[in-house]
């Protein structure tokens, strides 16, 4: 019985379906994925963009690679490998080693709460974002922020690294390799390239006292724009969203001055009568930078000598008296600095002094700060009564200085002042979205157009002027691709499929061997199985004779 059956294994064995069988099941193991999980999230690119022909930021955007995990892991060279490390744990000198270290990818982790941030990790951070946009590199650098599932992946990339150092031999770590799992990294973004239709919007808005005057004896300027590494984190609560907020209320405040035509008419009136016919014929640009960084200091910023009699020198003295008059604690400092022009400028009413227009930069900054182009100015760390005081004090240097008014700090009040709300409120809308100047360069942006509609409300005329830079001559190029997604997937590591691989190679060629040898494997066993049953056989007659034999006897 046992015989025939084995007859039917190998007839069994002898057909093409089995030996199909055998070949295919590897081939299904192979293919199969050895991706236990995947997670996404949203990610953002550092910074590209050109400078008076220069290259900042990073030109790479591609990721397929494993990780590794900073501190907890050797910084190796590798076009395969790629480090995830917390903003707050990485320093200048980690970024700088892992550039030269040529590794494939960085991804650093950003705290969900920046505004916590405080002393000397913020210092650090600061720094850290300076070398970064100071340098040009080929390897992709991201960004993500810190949630519930960002953190999941960290702690399995850390486990596998504290397990990898554990290990003691070097037949510990391969089992490591081949029994743990790893992490690996898919990004989204393809190839970034030039923004060709990027352009750069100003918008203007104008307060006319009388209707045949067209000569502005102040200007007040800001920039709306902000930066940081990463474009989409770019919120500017300080840099400059204060300035922007203050320009917005004072122009609400100085549109009530404007709003009725028996104060029109004492407007023009206090103008033409002025004994500083100078008045109308001067020019004076006021800048508006990070007013909040300081919270008693403003510094006011020039760039040549200050002269008796000029509006500059009327300006400067009704900052200080209203400062004093207003806000006792805080002191009003001018800073004199001559432009250097082989070196970028550090403050915006630089720009106008090379056109020789006369302007000045009122900052809470004596030096042109860091938190500039930081992505840890955010709203929360403007202090908003602070920004109110101080615009109050500029608005009421500036009605001293237009009308001529002697009794400097009193010309708004009540209703007609500046208001916190209002200060609040602005400072709402201006930081509810990333300012990256690549995210603003296109003339039908929401924000852009939001923007002017608010001065719009305030102001006599209103405009938007646009600026495309010189595709011949560029002096700044954009480039795109600052966000996309970040896919991570949970797989076994690339030693485990060198060890399936070698495992398949061994399986297909032990099925080879079988196979060719199938005659002799199938002689010899059927002479196995032969002589077992004759064996078999003989002991069941043997048993069978000798009970026979008692049976007679008996």
């Known amino acids: 019985m046992w015989f025939d059956q084995g007859n039917e294994l190998f007839d069994v064995c002898r057909t093409s379906f089995f030996a199909y069988l055998l070949l295919a099941l590897p081939i ?31 030109s ?23 480090y995830v490390v917390r903003l707050v744990d990485l320093t200048v000198n980690m970024y700088k080693d892992l550039l030269t270290a040529q590794v494939a990818g ?31 590199t080929t390897v992709p650098v991201y960004f993500i922020q810190e949630t519930q599932e960002v953190n999941q992946v960290y702690q399995t990339i850390k486990e596998s690294a504290e397990s990898l150092g554990a290990a003691s031999t070097a037949l510990q770590t391969l089992f490591h390799h081949v029994h743990g799992n790893g992490v690996q990294l898919v990004s989204s973004l393809g190839s970034p390239k030039v923004m060709s239709d990027a352009q750069i919007l100003s918008i203007q808005g104008a307060l006319i006292g009388t209707k045949s005057s067209r000569s502005f004896p102040i200007l007040i300027s800001t920039h709306y724009d902000s930066m940081s590494p990463a474009a989409e984190l770019s919120f500017g609560g300080d840099a400059n969203g204060s300035g922007a907020v203050s320009l917005l209320e004072l122009a609400r405040v100085f549109s009530h001055l404007y709003s009725t035509r028996g104060t029109q008419k004492y407007l023009e009136d206090q103008v033409d009568s002025s004994d500083q016919s100078d008045l109308q014929d001067t020019r004076l640009v006021v800048c508006l930078d990070s007013l909040t960084t300081n919270p008693d200091k403003l510094f006011v910023h020039v760039s040549r000598s200050i002269r008796e009699g000029t509006m500059l020198n009327t300006f400067i003295n009704n900052l ?11 002191t009003v400092e001018v800073i004199q600095r001559k432009i250097r022009t082989e070196n970028l400028l550090s403050w915006e009413h630089e720009k106008f002094h090379l056109k020789k227009i006369n302007a000045i930069t009122i900052s809470s900054s004596e030096s042109p700060s860091l938190v500039k182009s930081s992505m840890l100015d955010v709203k929360d760390n403007v202090d908003t009564e602070n920004l109110a005081a101080k615009t109050r004090i500029v608005a009421e ?76 001559d560029a002096n700044l190029v954009f480039y795109d691709g600052t966000s996309g997604t970040i896919v991570a997937y949970d797989v076994k590591p690339a030693v485990f499929d060198l060890v399936l691989s070698l495992a398949i190679a061994a399986y297909i060629g032990a099925v080879y061997l079988a196979i060719k040898n199938f005659s002799l494997i199938y002689d010899s066993l059927s002479y196995k199985l032969s002589s077992s049953n004759h064996h078999t056989s003989s002991t069941t007659n043997g048993t069978s004779g000798s009970h026979t034999s008692k049976v007679k006897a008996q």
């Open 28 to 58: 299904f193991v192979s293919i199969s994925p050895t991706c236990l999980a995947s997670k996404e999230f949203s990610a953002f690119r550092l910074q590209q963009f050109e400078l008076h022909g220069s290259s900042y930021g990073t």
């Open 60 to 82: 790479g955007s591609l990721l397929n690679l494993e990780t590794r995990i900073l501190p907890g892991s050797p910084m190796v060279s590798s076009p395969r490998r790629c």
């Open 106 to 136: 960085i991804v650093i982790i950003v705290p969900a709460d920046l505004s916590s941030i405080s002393g000397e990790i913020r210092d650090q951070i600061q720094e850290l974002e300076q070398a970064m946009l100071a340098d040009f």
């Open 320 to 330: 200080k008296k209203a400062a004093i008059h207003l806000e006792p604690s805080l």
């Open 397 to 472: 240097a500036l009605a001293a200085s237009l009308y001529n008014v002697t009794e400097v700090g009193t010309a708004f009040s009540g209703s007609l002042g500046v208001s916190d709300e209002s200060v609040n409120s602005l400072l709402e809308f201006v930081t509810s979205q990333p300012r990256s100047a690549q995210l603003l360069a296109g003339k039908q942006n929401k924000f852009v157009q939001s923007l002017r509609n608010v001065l719009a409300r305030y102001t006599h005329e209103t405009s938007l002027f646009t600026m495309k830079p010189d595709k011949r």
